[in-house]
C-alpha cells in the first residue's frame, strides 16, 4: 500500500482487516507541515487521561508511526486524544519484533473537535528541510474504547493485536 496526500483512508478493523465505513483520515502537505485530519465516529468517548504522555492508547486515540528516514527498526509515534492530550515516543526496534518506547515531550501541533458523531482530530508534523518525503514511512490508526471493550483500527491493518509491526508502515506518495 502507498499512501497517496489528500485522499481520504478509511479504517480498516486491525484484527480481522473489515473496512469500516465511516471513520477516516487524509494525509496532506502544505509547505513544510504534514498534517493528518481525522474524522473519528465514536458514540462513546472514553478519554480519561489529564496529561500529555499518559498512556493515551489505552483509550479512545488517533495515532500516527512514521518514519522519517525510510527506517522500519525506528520511527515515532504520535498521539492524540479526544481532550486533547497528546503522546509523543520514539519506537526502537532493532529485531523487529520487541520494540522499546522512548517518550518525549510532545510538541506538534494538534486540535481536537467533538461532534455530534465523535470527534475530529488534527496533527501537523513541521519537517525539517532535510527530510526527503519519498523516504517517509508511515500508518494511521485509531483507537476506540467505551472503557470495557476496545477497538483497533488501522488504514493498513496489522491483523495483529500490536500495532508495532513496522512491516505494514506505508511508503507516502506525494
Known amino acids: 500500500m502507498v499512501i497517496q496526500l489528500n485522499k ?3 479504517f480498516y478493523d486491525n484484527l480481522d482487516g473489515q473496512e469500516q465505513t465511516k471513520s477516516f483520515v487524509i494525509v496532506s502537505l502544505n509547505e513544510n507541515k504534514l498534517t493528518f485530519d481525522y474524522e473519528i465516529y465514536d458514540d462513546v468517548i472514553f478519554a480519561p487521561y489529564t496529561n500529555d504522555n499518559d498512556d493515551l492508547f489505552n483509550h479512545d486515540v488517533v495515532e500516527i508511526f512514521i518514519s522519517f528516514l525510510g527506517r522500519r527498526d525506528e520511527y515515532y509515534e504520535y498521539e492524540l486524544s479526544p ?3 497528546r503522546f509523543f515516543g520514539l519506537i526502537k526496534n532493532p529485531s523487529l519484533c520487541s520494540p522499546k518506547l522512548k517518550r ?12 455530534k458523531f465523535g470527534y475530529k482530530a488534527s496533527i501537523t508534523l513541521n519537517l525539517d528541510k532535510d527530510i526527503y518525503l519519498d523516504n517517509i514511512l508511515l500508518n494511521c490508526f485509531y483507537v476506540d474504547s467505551s472503557g470495557t471493550d476496545v477497538g483497533f483500527y488501522s488504514i493498513n491493518p496489522t491483523k ?3 500495532f508495532h509491526l513496522s512491516s505494514y508502515l506505508c511508503p507516502l506518495n506525494k
Do not use: A, D, W
Not at 518525549?104 to 461532534?115: G, N
Open 160 to 162: 495483529n493485536k500490536s
Open 8 to 10: 481520504k483512508y478509511y
Open 83 to 85: 481532550n486533547g492530550k
Open 104 to 115: 518525549i515531550k510532545p510538541e506538534f501541533e494538534q486540535s481536537v473537535t467533538l461532534t
